[in-house]
């Protein structure tokens, strides 16, 4: 299938300050990530908080500037796109962002929300009354919330106007942040739904960032594991779930709420918390809390290898069942 978005080695990085507008260097909150998103599937990005998939999300969505590596969209670059020729490319790049409440303007109506994307986009010829009830019934809502406010909804509610809004010019790439964060199981089974049904009739193209694994395995046909702004595995879902080569994959599965039953994974836990990024450690920069570390991992960096249907980036690839056996 035809790649509409590539990413090849993209970078991030955010300025430091010292002190008095002194420049204090700069950190890389995503450093030499490369991925690929087919037309019509859905790719998860997952990681701990602080791992920069959201960052990565915002880079492809155009708000943040990525500071090397190549964003390609239809194979048009986008890095360096200016603002102007941008904005037109927001009728097919649309971020639906985190906060489902945070993200409405209090002062607007349901209807003004939704059909706010083709005033921005100066489509003047529209009827909004007839938009607005067009989207409400897309995403499951009677029409007569157009005259309500964001206060009036409940969080699942405000995520289906979020969805409206994010599809309100038919747009061909959905980033979805942590689209079913804050919600009750049954709300997060409807919300995958509603979006795997929207992404079949619209032949929707949807990037999730996300650090709920029941979400990726639920809807996604690819997924990337980041680590410290890096991807450190990534494949097609099952084979990455069924057999993750990654420890650090392995113990996000290992704390996943809902394991797979007839997953043979061995049960182990992340120690401490992530290292800072300001002060990244040598070699493989995930062997400071790897259960399997060997000495070549704390001094000499990973190569990405790849696979018939997933890659890595780990001196010992699968070192859990090769040192243990399932368990």
Not at 105 to 120: C, D, G
Not at 124 to 129: Q, Y
Not at 142 to 161: D, K, L, N, T
Not at 272 to 299: D, N
Request: glycine share 10%; net charge neutral; with cysteine.
């Amino acid at each position: 299938m035809t790649a509409l978005l590539e990413l090849n080695d993209v970078v991030v990085r955010f300025g430091l300050r010292g002190g008095l507008f002194r420049s204090a260097g700069s950190i890389e909150a995503v450093s030499g990530v490369s991925l690929k998103i087919e037309e019509g599937r859905t790719y998860g990005i997952v990681g701990e908080s602080g791992s920069g998939k959201t960052t990565l999300a915002r880079a492809v969505a155009g708000l943040h500037h990525a500071s090397s590596g190549s964003i390609l969209y239809r194979g048009q670059e986008l890095r360096d796109l200016p603002e102007a020729q941008f904005r037109k490319l927001r009728r097919e790049i649309v971020m639906m962002f985190q906060d489902p409440i945070g993200s409405l303007s209090p002062r607007l109506s349901i209807k003004s929300l939704i059909t706010e994307p083709f005033r921005i986009q100066g489509m003047t010829d529209r009827d909004l009354d007839a938009e607005a009830r067009r989207l409400l019934a897309m995403v499951g809502l009677p029409p007569e919330f157009a005259a309500r406010y964001p206060y009036q909804i409940s969080g699942g509610q405000a995520r289906r106007v979020g969805v409206a809004r994010a599809l309100a010019l038919n747009p061909k790439l959905l980033i979805a942040d942590e689209p079913t964060a804050g919600l009750d199981v049954s709300i997060q089974g409807e919300m995958l739904n509603l979006l795997a049904r929207l992404q079949d009739e619209l032949g929707l193209a949807i990037m999730i960032i996300t650090h709920n694994l029941n979400v990726v395995r639920h809807i996604t046909d690819r997924v990337g594991i980041m680590y410290l702004g890096k991807l450190v595995e990534e494949g097609e879902t099952e084979a990455v779930f069924s057999a993750p080569q990654h420890p650090y994959t392995l113990a996000l599965l290992a704390a996943n709420p809902e394991p797979d039953p007839d997953a043979q994974l061995m049960r182990i836990a992340l120690q401490g918390e992530p290292p800072s990024i300001l002060r990244r450690p040598a070699g493989c920069e995930f062997h400071t809390r790897c259960p399997f570390v060997q000495s070549r991992c704390a001094t000499e960096v990973p190569a990405w290898q790849e696979g018939a249907s997933a890659a890595h980036r780990c001196h010992f690839p699968g070192a859990w069942a090769q040192q243990t056996g399932p368990g």
